[in-house]
């Protein structure tokens, strides 16, 4: 039977080869990743739920401004006012959440660092173009604060070189880049460095084909367990612990 299976397996895969079905089929991709995407995030969903102090599901509209309601009740919950921590955040654009950050946490021995290209999004997300988004480098008068301009994939790997990363310290990485690429190439970035009670945020997380799609494939590839700490927005923004 497992010999049958086999041969059929290796037969329908030539094939579906030989026939190129994506000339006519191609069109299905993307609304079939989606359905699958939606399907693995609402079983994400279902099975994190309980564990957060802080959910508004389900909301019937989205206020964007609840983020900060998110941050204020981690930085109570997770008593991170004091603590020395490293916050790393991809995609600042003008700096709003960046800002946030550095203003809550009074820490002198905290670091902050901010990731972006400040030339917009390297690529096309939802209803937005490629270059959209782009922002000066944001103007903040705390020298605890650093700004690594360009892609990602450029200055990520550079920067993790300097030994800037403390094990010690709590991390925060905050993940704001809205693209799945983006989002994917970070987290297997940090990957080595991610340690149990550092912190993820998410800023567009419910996107199935984004933000949910590379915190999919990076836990499941790193094998990486995480506690849903708090989410606002329909899970639109999360804030999640390894554990
Ligand atoms: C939604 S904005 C960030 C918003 C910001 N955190 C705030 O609070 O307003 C997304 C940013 O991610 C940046 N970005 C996305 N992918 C990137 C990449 N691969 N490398 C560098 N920057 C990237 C874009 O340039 C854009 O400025």
Redesign the pocket.
């Known amino acids: 039977m497992k010999k049958l299976i086999n041969r059929l397996n290796a037969f329908f895969k030539g094939v579906s080869i030989l026939f190129h079905p994506y000339i006519y089929l191609g069109w299905l991709r993307r609304p079939l990743q989606l359905f699958l995407n939606m399907l693995s995030m609402s079983k994400w969903a279902a099975e994190n739920r309980i564990s957060a102090s802080l959910n508004d599901f389900y909301s019937p509209l989205r206020d964007y401004q609840k983020r900060y309601q998110l941050y204020e009740h981690l930085l109570n919950s997770e008593q991170l006012r004091e603590c020395a921590l490293d916050y790393l955040?991809?995609?600042?654009?003008?700096?709003?959440?960046?800002k946030w950050w550095v203003a809550a946490n009074v820490n002198s021995d905290s670091r902050f660092y901010g990731?972006?290209?400040?030339?917009?999004?390297?690529e096309g997300w939802g209803t937005y173009n490629r270059g959209d988004?782009?922002?000066p480098i944001p103007g903040i008068d705390d020298t605890r604060a650093l700004f690594y301009k360009?892609?990602?994939?450029d200055t990520l790997p550079a920067f993790l070189k300097t030994d800037s990363i403390n094990n010690r310290k709590l991390k925060i990485i905050?993940l704001?880049?809205?693209?799945f690429?983006?989002t994917l190439?970070a987290l297997t970035s940090l990957a080595p460095w991610l340690k149990k009670g550092d912190i993820l945020l998410f800023?567009e997380f419910n996107v199935p084909n984004h933000e949910f799609a590379a915190f999919k494939i990076f836990s499941d590839s790193y094998y990486v367990k995480t506690k849903l700490l708090a989410a606002v927005n329909n899970y639109y923004q999360v804030a999640m612990q390894i554990v």
């Open positions: 955040e991809f995609g600042v654009s003008g700096g709003y959440s960046f990731f972006d290209t400040f030339e917009g999004l390297p988004m782009a922002a360009g892609l990602f994939q905050h704001d880049a809205d693209l690429s983006s190439f800023d």
